[in-house]
């Protein structure tokens, strides 16, 4: 038995000096991503961070191995990064292979947040929402840092993380009477979050929800909100009897999690949902927002983009974004001059489009929430220059973007109707 332990261990001492590069290989780390869109965003909200999604051509793209190799691969940015951030790689490869599930919900993302070309980041909050992105410029290691030290992009990460937005808080009405008041009086829409119980279901589902900022931002631009939790018979204050009431006429039962959106000037349910996703708010809100009043549109500009989203919704109508600075961009004025004020635009547009105007010409005064959205829509959709014009269909996915084009509106539309018209086809198709 000795023997055969001395054998063995002189035998492995043989392989290690004959091999040591491949006992390297075997004990080299590297960083772990997650691939998987729901984990990762189950994992920021559980430690409440931000997802730093990296969307990559790992096998193709020169750029994106380089920054694998100088930076991300570094051991620097792995204790960064287990500090700071949920990883997630959203990978498009061209010969290694990946699960089909994986690949389509990488498509999916690719869409959804409006990329355009690897490598590029996109850093989310645990609900989704895209807080900031950049490229290889901002984090490649730079010439005079030392390999296996990417300083610059750890300083510029931090910055990102230290500097995300602090989470905005929901408009919210006290109670029932209060919430119909104020949905009679200015929205129409009351959206009630109504809770039956104190299981940690019914708490964690209610609170996840609240905190949700796709579904805070949406619920504070278009209706009136109230989280009401199913009041005991014991309570005999006027608010309870009014819900009580209201549950009666309606037939709401005291099931533990439902979301009701009423109509309370024609005191009417447009509809009532059972279930939360807060991996998907999205489909949540969409169900929602198709609920909203109808929006009289006649085609002219608008500044306001959970309008146009609510009016494309409303009307199968792709949004139409026109990013400009008309102060100092010749080419924005030329675009508007000679494309979009024609009347054969006009007429198009009155059809097909909601027209948004996000411009940044600097002598416009903007109030605050305008400047923000304005940023925003930037960040996400990439936006390097003016005019850019990007058009979204109904389901919020990114079409196409333009730069100037010389022959007015008859050149511009040859190029953007087909495209539209393709679109309209592909989702009556999936429809059906």
Known sequence: MKLTRYRSLALAILIAVACPSRIQAQSKKTTDWLINFDRALTEARRQDRLVMAYFSGSDWDPWCQKLDED???????????????????VDFPREKRIS?????????LKTRFSVAKTPTFVFLDPWAEPIARCGYDELRKRKEEKPGEPLAAIAYLDHIVK???????????????????????KYGILVLLITHGTSS??????????KDQQFVKFI????????????????????AQAFRSF?????IMPVPFQIIVYDAPYNLIKTRLFAYDPNHTETLIARIQAQLPHIDYNGGWLTDYDVARTISAQSDRFI????????????????????????QFRQYARKNLVLVRVDFSPSTTRPDVLSTQNKTLADLFNIRGFPTVVVVNPLGQKLLDSKYMKGGPTAFLSELDPILQNDAIRRAALKD
């Open 71 to 89: 930076v991300l691969e570094t051991q620097v940015f792995r204790d960064w990064a287990a500090k700071n951030v949920v990883l997630l790689r």
């Open 320 to 343: 139409f974004l026109a990013f400009t600075d008309m102060d100092e961009g010749d080419w924005s004025r030329k675009m508007d001059e000679e494309i979009f004020q024609t009347p």
């Open 100 to 108: 089909s599930t994986v690949s389509a919900q990488n498509e999916q």
């Open 247 to 251: 549950a009666a006429s309606q037939r």
């Open 220 to 239: 504070n631009a278009n209706v009136t909100f109230a989280a009401i939790s199913w009041p005991d018979e014991a309570d005999t204050l006027a608010p």
């Open 201 to 210: 279901y019914v708490t964690g589902r209610r609170d996840e929800l609240i």
């Open 163 to 185: 500097n995300r937005p602090p989470p905005v808080p929901l408009s919210a009405e006290a109670d029932f009477n209060a919430a119909v008041a104020k949905a009679k009086s």
